[in-house]
């Protein structure tokens, strides 16, 4: 028996773009949405003030990926040099429970994250949507970024705001460089990254003590605000003032707000998951003056089919290192 062990420049290697990462993630809601996949909510320890070691298995019908994602997340790490997210992520063998593969985690997180910013506005988002606001410049905003370019066709202005200028300046550096179509705009605050956004985009640090940068009446009318970033940017009443309030999922939500150190003052009532979206059980935007907040916390079924799909790669070009097992 051997398995494949993929580092993090073998996982790059196989060149999957951020159409195919979405595919597959939308796929994955979908059948999330029809019932077909095991996914607990995901356990985790926190050795160091804000910081956070989770555990996130999931198994995926039809695609039949079944693994655990092992990630952390410190944000001290940026002052010292090192990546905020780190990890790594096994896929065993649904039928005989072997693992196939151990593979670099880093990328898949920000990539399926992303992609789940572009389901997000699939399907809550106005198609016309021509500006989009991102508030933190670091790494979840580029695949982000990348998601809304292929979802919504008419994307046209970026609005960009960091705590950090150098970071805007990077952001807006790479981005532009990637789609020159687009016309990138530093905004020195929150509220002027807002104005007339039609979709926000909030990737901030989750903190346990936020200070939100964001208040009600930000969001205009007909917008999509999509957090990745847990309640740290958004106020209570700028979440409560949306006609629908989504998530990635549900009991993953409240089961994270049962802890008591997350989503206390959310809104009571959560309309939907992207799962029930993607399957076609609930319909996402009725009409074009909508407020709508979507809270992607991130969660293992999209790690497993993007994997997955990684994996499928790995195999048939033989990128990796097959080790013993």
């Avoid at 532009?176 to 807002?194: E, S, V, W, Y």
């Amino acid at each position: 028996m051997e398995l494949i062990y993929l580092s993090r420049s073998d996982v790059e290697a196989l060149n999957m773009t951020m159409k195919d990462v979405l595919a597959a993630v939308d796929n994955g809601f979908r059948l999330k949405g029809l019932g077909k996949t095991e996914m607990p909510p995901k356990p985790g320890i926190h050795p160091r003030p804000d910081s956070f070691i989770h555990a996130m298995p999931a198994y995926v019908q039809e695609v039949e990926s079944a693994g655990l994602k092992w990630v952390s997340g410190y944000p001290a790490n940026t002052g010292k040099g090192l990546p905020y997210i780190t990890g790594l992520l096994v896929l065993n063998d649904p039928a005989t429970g072997i693992p196939i593969a151990v593979m670099d985690c880093a990328w898949i997180t920000a990539m399926r994250t992303g992609a789940s910013v572009g389901v997000a506005a699939k399907y809550l988002a106005r198609p016309d949507s021509r500006q989009a606001g991102i508030l933190g410049c670091g790494v979840q905003a580029r695949p982000s970024l990348m998601a809304l370019v292929e979802t919504l066709p008419q994307l046209k202005e970026v609005r960009c705001c960091d705590l950090f200028p150098a970071a805007v300046k990077r952001f807006m550096d790479e981005m532009g460089k990637l789609f020159p179509q687009l016309r990138f705009i530093p905004c020195n605050t929150p509220a002027d990254m807002a104005k007339n956004a039609d979709v926000i985009v909030t990737a901030i640090p989750i903190v346990t003590k936020p200070a939100p940068p964001l208040e009600a009446g930000l969001l205009k009318a007909g917008g999509l605000a999509v957090s990745l970033d847990y309640d740290s940017a958004w106020t209570s009443a700028a979440m409560k003032e949306c006609d629908k309030f989504c998530s990635d999922d549900v009991g993953q939500l409240l089961s994270t707000k049962g802890h008591g150190v997350y989503f206390g003052d959310i809104p009571e009532r959560v309309y939907a998951d992207l799962g029930e979206l993607a399957a076609g059980l609930k319909k996402g935007r009725a009409n074009d003056r909508e407020k709508i907040f979507a809270m992607n916390m991130g969660i293992a079924v999209d790690d497993m089919v993007t994997a997955k799909a990684l994996y499928d790669r790995a195999v048939k070009t033989r990128v990796g290192v097959r080790l013993p097992l």
